[in-house]
Structures are given as C-alpha cells and as structure tokens.
C-alpha cells in the first residue's frame, strides 16, 4: 500500500483500493517464502555486515521480481484494472529494501549501542596500522564493552588513510608520530596491527612505548595467522620473535599445493618445534592423508590435539615410532601408502649431542637412512630432510652428523632420480633446546644471563618463517638440490639476550646482569650456510639458493662409511666415530672441540 500512496493523489486511493488488497496479498504470498529460502529469518541480525546487507538486497529484489511477474499477469487477464501505474512495482522494491534492510540492521546499531562502555575505566587506545587486521580490532573494541578499551586513533604508513576515518575512528598520522601521538591522544595502550611488519617496524614502537612507560600489545606476525583468524583475543604481549621476524616473501601458492593437496603425507619428529610446525602449515593444503610420526607420546598428541581443532575435517593418523627401528617404519610407510615424506627427527641439542656421540650417529645418520630406505621400497614420490647450517664444515657431533644425513638423501636422489632434497637453515626463534628459553630461564632466576663472547653471531629465523620457505623450497625439489634459506643478517646473541630481559620488564646491566664464559675450542663466532668454494644458484624464490654440488662421496664410499659407523657404535668407541666423521666430511674440525660446559651456551 505504501507504494501505492506514494504513487497516487490521496483522491484516487480509493479508486485502486481493490488493486492494493490484490498487491498485499500477492506480496504476503510471494514475498514471505522468498525472504525464508534466502535465510532471512535464520540470521542473528545484531552481527550483520556488508554479506548480509547483498543478501538482502538480493532477496528483496528477487521477491519484488516475482511479485511483479505475478502482478502484471493479473492485469493482462483483466482481474486488476488496466489502469494501475506500474511505476507503484518500482516503488514497492525501493520501500522493501528500506525496510526489510533498515529494520534488520537498526537491530546491530542498537546493539553496538548498548555495547558501549558504561563506566568511567575506559582504557584509551592508539592503534598502529590501519589496514584490515586494524580495523578489525577497533571493530572489535567497540563492541566489547567489557574490555574497557576505547581506540582514539590509527597511525599508518600509506599517505593516502591519512585524515581519514574507519569506523569513526581517525587515522592521525604516520607510525614516526608515535611519540608525538601518544603525548596528544593521553593514550593509555598501543595495539600493533600490521601482521606483515618487519621485525624494525615493531622494535621501534615498542621501544617507544617502553620508555613512556605505556603497554604494548601485537598481533602475532602474518605466518603465525595463516589459517588463523585476525581478532582481538589473537593479541599479545611483544615477543623476541616479533622483533626479528622479516617481511612476507611471496610464495607460489600454486606449485605448493601441487605438491601437498590429495596426497599422503608424514612428518617425522612431528612433536617437535619444526615438526610440529610443518604439520600446521601442511593442514591447510588439505592433504588427502596427514600421518604425524614422533617417538613422544606427549609431544604428538599435543600436536594432534591442536590439529584437530583447527582442522577437524583433516584425515589425521599418529604414529609413535622411533626412525632407528626400521621395521616399524617399513610398516608405517606400507600401511599409509606415504607419498611425500618432511624429514624432522633428529636429536638437535649441540652439547648433549657432543657427549652422546653414539646415540647422535645412530638416530641422525642412521635413523635417516632408514627413513630413506623405506621410502625408495615404497615408492614415494618426494622427500625432504630438514638439515642445519651446522652441516657446512662442521665444529661438532650435531653437525656432522646432520652433513652425513644429507649425504644419504641426495645419494638416493641420484640412485633413484627421485624429487629427494635437502634444505638447510640457522637457528629458529623459541625451537625447544633453543637459545631463548634458556636466556629466559636465567632472567626467571634473577641472572646472570651467559654468553660466550660480545660479538659472538648467529642466524635466527622464526619458525613460522622457517616452515613457510621449507615447503617453497619442497615444491621446487627436482632431485638431487640442496635448498639454502636466506636468513638475513646474522644477529649478535648479545643483542638477542638484552631484547629479551627489555621484554621482561628489565634493563641489561641493572637488574639482570650479563656475564661472558668465553670461546671454547672449536667454537665458530659465526656461522656459515655454505661452503666458500662453492657457488650457489638463484631460484624462483629470491630467499631460497639452491646447490647441485654438495655430495663428496660415491654410494661405495657412503657404504663403507655405514659399516665403520656401524660397528663403532656397537662398541661405544666415540673418539674413533668422531675420527671417521672427521676423515669423510669436507672442512670438519670435530676432534679440535673438546667436551663441552653445559653451563653456558653455544
């Protein structure tokens, strides 16, 4: 009736009153069904958004179409006068949409109404980055009264937000006018909001909320929140790996999932940091099969656990096995069918591995050759070990033994044509048996915090970053590479442990002191990804290099090399082992590294 009214003079209302009780009916009858099948009535309006508003408005027009359709049939049969306005038709979708779509969304204005803060404890807050994850945290604080957080403002980077608004709230300057912001706004607390930010980016606002004494809180960086959700309960306190972590590098999204979707995939050591972290990665490429393999039984189901919520449709299998057994994993791969196989398990730690020569041979040599043996008798098609930069001219155990591992893939590469290969990286930020948690054990304590030397210098990548280059890198394997990860810059551990003891609250030198044990035998101040005679080339990837040269030893002299490791091991004979993996790996130094003091670190 309204279009109608609308439409005619009030004196002619009566004349097509008929034709209105036909419309109405019409409509009830149309409209009614149409508005239920597009789910209209099955929606909780108070979080409605652009979707739901296209929906309406392709409801609306859909049921103003069939209720036209119905209408001007009418009038062709001569049950409506012929004198109707069709223009009544457009009338009627234009107030349908007014009010089907305002009644509903009125709803969530009401609702982020009452949402609002009512007492006088609001916390205000300055947010950094004003793209989507910023502005779905304001989104977020003004909904949630009971966070008592109002945001007063957004600083970013792009000239082109500056002086503009999301969400009522204004973009006031660029993240430099931190200082100056901060001291305008009478901030209270600093949301970082840019997932994608390089690790300088992050240092420079938390170290000025530091020194005015304002909290600071981050999202975690853009490959911790893949698969993830961009939220306000994802916020945390800054972190060492938010500080050092790089900007997104591009990947190619299409020859990873080439390699990964629909097919039968294992993680060995999947209870561990790098393992467990390959796992989440891989989920999201929704392998056909999915089998994690660890010999913890803790470790892997907390992995399962987390897998499963995230990913409940995933077809999961856990395996508690040890690489050293080989029949056990002779049966895993004949059981799954494997088809691609992450090499993960290793004993990792240096100075136990330094101490513990035998068991270091037996599960990263050994252990690795059974997992490639089983996976030449089982014909899959591609395999990764996942190797250290202690590998290149090795000062330790660990090392060495992580070098004849990657002699052992890249000799079946060659043997079976395989897409088998290896990828080498440094350190990962927060890995169990990592630098950090032991830095953070001794500030716990009080101090002091043990370095070996000022100047001593490592490569640090967060694992996240790790993982996401490892299946780049994965994807490119032909056979026979031996991929190289481009860590950056290496970074004093100095610098690494005065970061972490500013995180806790604390100044270096005052409250927590900083003590030097000094350089042992052996011991490299920096390390090394490749070996300086040799020449690396570029891939696709502008982190990743790659080398079809890294294997000294025929199949013949790696056999030879087995049976002496071999009969070694039975005997416990270390000084002899560290003598052969000293005579078969280029550039190694081992015998010159005496035991180690496990009161400091390397």
């Known amino acids: 009736m309204g279009s109608f009214a609308l439409r005619l003079d009030v004196g002619q209302l009566p004349f097509y009153f008929p034709a209105m ?16 099948f597009f789910g209209l009535y099955r929606r909780i309006w108070v979080y409605a958004s652009t979707y739901e508003l296209r929906l ?21 049969a001569g049950l409506i006068l012929p004198g109707m306005p069709r223009s009544a038709l457009g009338i009627d979708w234009l107030l349908s949409l007014v009010l089907i779509g305002g009644s509903r969304f009125a709803l969530r204005t009401l609702a982020e109404q009452s949402a609002a803060p009512r007492n006088g404890k609001t916390r205000r807050v300055l947010v950094v980055g004003a793209g989507d994850a910023g502005a779905l945290v304001v989104r977020e604080l003004q909904r949630s009264s009971q966070l008592n957080l109002s945001p007063v403002g957004f600083l970013d980077d792009d000239p082109g937000k500056q002086k503009l608004e999301i969400y009522g709230v204004p973009v006031i300057g660029f993240v430099k006018d931190l200082d100056e912001a901060l001291q305008n706004q009478n901030v209270n607390e600093v949301i970082f909001a840019i997932p994608s930010a390089p690790g300088h980016v992050l240092r420079f606002v938390h170290d000025i909320c530091r020194l005015k004494g ?109 690489v050293k057994d080989k029949t056990r994993l002779r049966a895993v791969f004949q059981e799954h069918q494997i088809q691609v196989v992450f090499h993960a398990a290793a004993h990792k730690h240096v100075p136990l591995m330094q101490t513990n020569v035998e068991e270091a041979v037996m599960n990263n040599i050994f252990g690795t050759r059974n997992v490639v043996e089983s996976a030449i008798e089982f014909d899959v098609e591609r395999l990764v070990l996942i190797s250290s930069d202690k590998a290149v001219n090795p000062a330790n155990v660990y ?34 048996g990592s630098v950090i948690p032991l830095f953070k054990r001794q500030i716990a304590s009080g101090g002091p915090v043990l370095i070996t030397h000022p100047d001593m210098e490592r490569y640090f990548m967060t694992i996240p970053e790790a993982v996401h280059l490892v299946l780049q890198a994965a994807s490119m394997g032909q056979g026979g590479e031996a991929f190289l990860l481009d860590m950056g810059q290496q970074v004093r551990i100095l610098d690494l442990a005065e970061d972490l003891i500013r995180l806790s609250g604390l100044e270096p030198g005052r409250d927590i002191e900083i003590e030097f044990t000094g350089i042992r035998p052996g011991e490299k101040m920096r390390e090394e990804l490749w070996e300086k005679d040799k020449t690396y080339e570029k891939t696709a990837h502008p982190d990743i290099m790659c080398s079809n040269h890294e294997d000294p030893l025929s199949s013949n002299e790696l056999l030879a090399t087995f049976n002496r490791l071999e009969s070694l091991t039975s005997g416990g004979h270390a000084d002899e082992i560290i003598a052969v993996l000293d005579e078969v790996i280029p550039g190694a130094a081992i015998s010159e590294t005496p035991a180690p003091d496990l009161t400091s670190i390397i």
């Open 56 to 76: 309406i408005t392709f409801a609306v027009t859909t049921a103003c179409v069939l209720t036209s359709g119905v209408m001007l049939i009418l009038i062709s």
């Open 21 to 36: 009780l036909i419309m109405c009916g019409v409509a009830i009858i149309v409209k009614v069904p149409t508005y239920y």
């Open 399 to 432: 090392g060495a033994t992580k070098r004849l591992a990657e002699m052992i893939v890249l000799d079946a590469a060659r043997r079976t044509k395989r897409a088998f290969s290896v990828v080498r990286f440094g350190n990962v930020l927060g890995s169990r």
């Open 214 to 322: 304002i909290p600071s809180r981050t999202m975690p960086g853009i490959y911790e929140l893949i698969g993830g959700k961009v939220s306000v309960s994802r916020l945390r306190e800054v972190d060492i790996t938010d500080l050092l972590r790089r900007e997104p590098t591009h990947i190619n999204e299409e020859m990873i999932g080439e390699v990964l979707t629909g097919r039968r995939v294992l993680v060995t050591g999947a209870g561990g940091s790098i393992g467990r972290e390959l796992s989440r990665q891989i989920a999201r490429w929704n392998p056909a099969r999915l089998v994690i393999l660890g010999h913890g039984e803790n470790s892997i189901f907390e992995t399962l656990l987390e897998l499963k919520e995230n990913y409940p449709s995933l077809q999961l299998e856990t395996v508690i096995a040890d």
